[in-house]
């Protein structure tokens, strides 16, 4: 089993920066692929980013690639979004998955095996 938690969600100005975190415990994250996802309001959960088990390969739809990095320290068990040149439509809950069992696609829920609650960004024009 393994929990994650979202933070560093709030509310930002057009053309501002957030970074937020995805903290693990359960297990040590270090073998795992793990990715961002955002659900807009009215809209489905859809991928931002993710990142492989190293660190060396990353993936980012094409919305957010040149503004968001993904990343990740395995010594903080922490996945890290931050994400620059905000957009209003940007405004959505992110969500942090994990992947524990190899051979699946990162860009996709279904993907992942477990999820955070989210964090809530707002992006003001």
């Known amino acids: 089993q393994v929990q994650l938690v979202e933070s560093g969600g709030g509310l930002a100005q057009a053309g501002g920066s957030l970074r937020l975190s995805c903290a693990a415990s359960g297990r040590t994250v270090s073998n795992y692929g793990m990715g961002w996802f955002r659900r807009p309001p009215g809209k489905e959960r859809a991928f931002v980013a993710a990142i492989s088990w190293s660190g060396g390969n990353t993936w980012y739809a094409d919305s957010v690639k040149a503004r968001f990095t993904i990343s990740r320290d395995n010594a903080k068990n922490t996945v890290y979004l931050q994400m620059n040149s905000l957009k209003p439509e940007d405004t959505a809950r992110y969500y942090c998955?994990?992947?524990?069992?190899?051979?699946?696609?990162?860009?996709?829920?279904?993907?992942?095996?477990?999820w955070g609650q989210g964090t809530q960004v707002t992006v003001s024009s």
């Open positions: 998955a994990i992947s524990v069992l190899a051979g699946r696609s990162l860009l996709r829920e279904g993907g992942y095996d477990y």
